[in-house]
């Protein structure tokens, strides 16, 4: 069984920083391609960034490319998505998902089998 969760959450000021983490269980955890996705409030689930199994391969959306940074920690299962630069429009849940396999990263959410609960990030104007 895999569980994902989030921590790094909160309110912060625009143009400030946020890094989030994600606490992966299992043992394929460096097996897997990681990603990050954000859904704010009345809007569909949508892909924020992307990590390849190794760490070698990072893709972003456009919307967050230049401020944000994916990385991975494979002997402590963990995940980051270091923010910078944040805006008001980056305001929403963000979530962690596992691909299900070793392949991408990729964007679409069919890609991914197990998400965290989510870790609430607003930032105001």
């Known amino acids: 069984q895999v569980q994902l969760a989030e921590s790094g959450g909160g309110l912060v000021q625009a143009g400030g920083s946020l890094r989030l983490s994600c606490a992966a269980s299992g043992r394929t955890f460096s097996m897997h391609g990681m990603g990050w996705f954000r859904q704010a409030l009345g809007k569909e689930r949508d892909f924020v960034a992307g990590?390849?199994?190794?760490?070698?391969?990072?893709l972003y959306a456009d919307s967050v490319k230049g401020r944000f940074t994916i990385s991975r920690d494979n002997a402590k299962n963990m995940v980051y998505l270091q923010m910078n630069s944040l805006k008001p429009e980056d305001t929403a849940v963000y979530y962690c998902?596992?691909?299900?396999?070793?392949?991408?990263?990729?964007?679409?959410?069919?890609?991914?089998?197990?998400w965290g609960q989510g870790t609430q990030v607003t930032v105001s104007s």
């Open positions: 998902a596992r691909q299900g396999d070793y392949g991408g990263p990729y964007t679409g959410t069919p890609w991914y089998d197990y």
């Open positions: 990590i390849s199994w190794s760490g070698g391969t990072t």
